[in-house]
Structures are given as structure tokens and as C-alpha cells.
């Protein structure tokens, strides 16, 4: 899936917004994050569910339980979650907690409000939101990550992700994590492209883990 914006113009249009954020930029080179497939938005948001809270080892393992439990190509269906008993996805290694969930979704999915993947393209970022946070299981973070990397939206700034605000303490010299508040005001210099800065604060994090390492290297 391609992007709907060029990360060219996005980027110098950055630099020019923010100079601290813009060396950043320089340093971490072009941006480049695309858009990863994705069959259905419930396909998608039961893997987000099915790997919360796990390793990524542990929750590939479960996912594939899952996947063995529901055969064929449109075995894990909606439809199928929904009639399965408890026990059967328990026995996948999924929590309670998990498997009232994953219900959830399957129900709010056959009912229509988590739309198809046509209609999720054409909505705007706040509409699916409102949509999505309705499923148990699902808050602001998960959604906001399927925004970025699933459907490749450009101005997204996930204010309480913990690398974001890192990024933003480590770029911005502060003493310690920004609150979300904080975060989203100093965000507005940013838009129409807060996903690549959220990306570049990403990048800071790296950076610095970076120069760590090297500065432990030359000592």
C-alpha cells in the first residue's frame, strides 16, 4: 500500500516547522515507513487484541493457535469467533479477558460498527476512532497505531505512547516524560504531519540509544 502523501515534502515541511525536530530529521535520514497490508480491520484489530500485553514470540504463538483452531481460509471469521465456545479459544492460551474481546469485536463487527476495510479507507481519523474504542479491548493507542502503519494516515500523534514521549524529553532536552496535553499542543507545529513527526521522535529514541552505545564503546 502506497502513501497518499509525499514523505519528501512532509519532512522539509517539518524542518521548517521545528529546527530541534529538524536535526533530528538529518541525522535519522528519510522517512520510511509504508503501510502494511491488511486483509479486514477485524483481521487486524484481533491481532492487536490476541498480542496485547504479550512478547511478540508469545503472542505469534497464540495467534497461530487461534489461526489452527478456525481451518481455511475464511475459518477466523467474525462470524466464526462469534459462535465459537469459550473454551475453544481459552485453549489457544487466549486470557478471559482476551476471549470477551475478541466476542466483542466479532459482534460489533457483524452489526456494522467496525466497518468493512472500503468503507474504513473512506472515513476520516476521529470517525474510526469513535468507532473502534467502542470494542472491548480497544483504546486511543490501538487504534492510533492502525491509523499509521495500517492505513498509512498522515497526521496522527499517539500523545500517550511511551516512545513518542521519549522521543519528544530527548529532542526537546526536558528533565523528564511530556504529558499527552503538553505533547499535542507543541504537536500542532506539526500537522498536516504528525505521524512523520511521531516517527522521527521514534527515531530520536534510537539515536540516543545509539550514541550511547557508542560512547560505552569508545570508554
Do not use: N
Not at 516524560?177 to 504528525?194: C, D
Amino acid at each position: 500500500m502506497e502513501l497518499s502523501f509525499d514523505p519528501a515534502v512532509a519532512s522539509a515541511a517539518l524542518c521548517r516547522a521545528d529546527r530541534r525536530l529538524a536535526r533530528v530529521i538529518e541525522r535519522a535520514g528519510p522517512f520510511t515507513l509504508r503501510p502494511e497490508t491488511m486483509q479486514s480491520p477485524f483481521q487486524a484489530l484481533l491481532r492487536a487484541i490476541v498480542h496485547q500485553q504479550l512478547s511478540g514470540k508469545a503472542a505469534a504463538t497464540i495467534f497461530s493457535r487461534v489461526q489452527t483452531a478456525f481451518p481455511g481460509r475464511y475459518g477466523l471469521s467474525p462470524r466464526a469467533i462469534a459462535a465459537a465456545p469459550d473454551d475453544l479459544l481459552r485453549g489457544a492460551g487466549m486470557s478471559r479477558a482476551k476471549v470477551a474481546a475478541v466476542k466483542d469485536l466479532a459482534a460489533k463487527t457483524l452489526d456494522g460498527t467496525v466497518p468493512t476495510l472500503s468503507r474504513l479507507r473512506r472515513m476520516d481519523d476521529e470517525e474510526i476512532l469513535a468507532r473502534l474504542v467502542s470494542v472491548r479491548g480497544i483504546g486511543r493507542w490501538t487504534v492510533e497505531m492502525l491509523l499509521m502503519f495500517r492505513l498509512g494516515r498522515p497526521d496522527v500523534l499517539p500523545t500517550g505512547d511511551l516512545g513518542v514521549r521519549r522521543g519528544f524529553m530527548l529532542t526537546y532536552r526536558r528533565p523528564e516524560l511530556p504529558p499527552p496535553g503538553e505533547l499535542a499542543r507543541h504537536g500542532q507545529r506539526w500537522r498536516p504531519y504528525r505521524s512523520v513527526a511521531s516517527w522521527y521522535l521514534w527515531r530520536a529514541v534510537d539515536l540516543h540509544r545509539r550514541d550511547e552505545q557508542a560512547s560505552a564503546d569508545d570508554s
